[in-house]
């Protein structure tokens, strides 16, 4: 199975400040037909996931543009700028390029 | 306005079987992927398994042994079956839209398997 390894597990950020989140697969995430299954989602505190970014950096309808996601291979990253309190919350990666699909262990990202 | 929600017991004894349904509105499951994820208490979320749009299933190899994903067109339903239930498998379960990722979600179904 891939696996994929989020860092850090806790991020404290403060309000209007930025944030980082890595996510790292055990092999490349390309799948046969060019495109790579890389995907970010956010679960608010008591609330379902909720999609992010799909196939590494395509922003999910009505996901603001402070939220950008970048990477290739088996690197990838989630950038937050100008952090809001319905921002925090844990945060997670999904690669759907190899069966079974798996998901990072989290980002939670909590205030200063 | 696309909907997902689950249904199901809430309380499963060990060894017995977990059958949960996803209802959906705003898209047909004929048109859509559908799958499951779950969510242990306070921990991170796995991919269960899904039913394409064609009808066929794909599973979680460290699950298949035990599950089944099947459908009813006509009431646009879901089904996930577990057999053999641990208390591992205590949880949240989620049925999920799959369109550019799984882009829709049902509100989960807490299941707690103790007797």
């Known amino acids: 199975d891939v696996v994929m390894t989020q860092t850090p597990v806790s991020l404290p950020v403060s309000l209007g400040g930025q944030a980082s989140i890595s996510c790292r697969s055990s092999?490349?995430?390309?799948?046969?037909?060019?495109?790579?299954?890389l995907h970010w989602y956010l679960q608010k505190p008591g609330q379902s996931p909720q999609l992010l970014i799909y196939?590494?950096?395509n922003r999910f309808s009505g996901v603001p543009d402070r939220f950008s996601g970048s990477g290739s291979g088996t690197d990838f990253t989630l950038k937050i700028s100008r952090v809001e309190p319905e921002d925090l919350g844990d945060y997670y990666c999904l690669q759907s390029t190899h069966f079974p699909w798996t998901f990072g262990g989290g980002t939670k990202l909590e205030l200063k | 306005q696309v909907r997902l929600k689950e249904s199901g017991p809430r309380l499963v004894q060990p060894s017995q079987t977990l059958s949960v349904t996803c209802t959906v509105s705003g898209f047909s499951v004929t048109s859509y992927h559908v799958s499951w994820v779950r969510q242990p208490p306070g921990k991170g979320l796995e991919w269960v398994g899904a039913?394409?749009?064609?009808?066929?299933?794909d599973y979680n190899s460290a699950l298949k042994s035990r599950l089944s994903i099947s459908r009813d067109t006509s009431k646009n339903q879901v089904f996930l079956k577990m057999n053999s239930l641990q208390t591992d498998d205590t949880g949240t379960y989620y049925c999920a839209k799959l369109g550019s990722s799984f882009d829709y979600w049902g509100q989960g179904v807490m299941v707690t398997v103790s007797s």
């Open positions: 196939r590494v950096s």
């Open positions: 092999q490349s995430l390309v799948h046969s037909n060019g495109n790579t299954y």
């Open positions: 039913i394409w749009k064609g009808g066929s299933t």
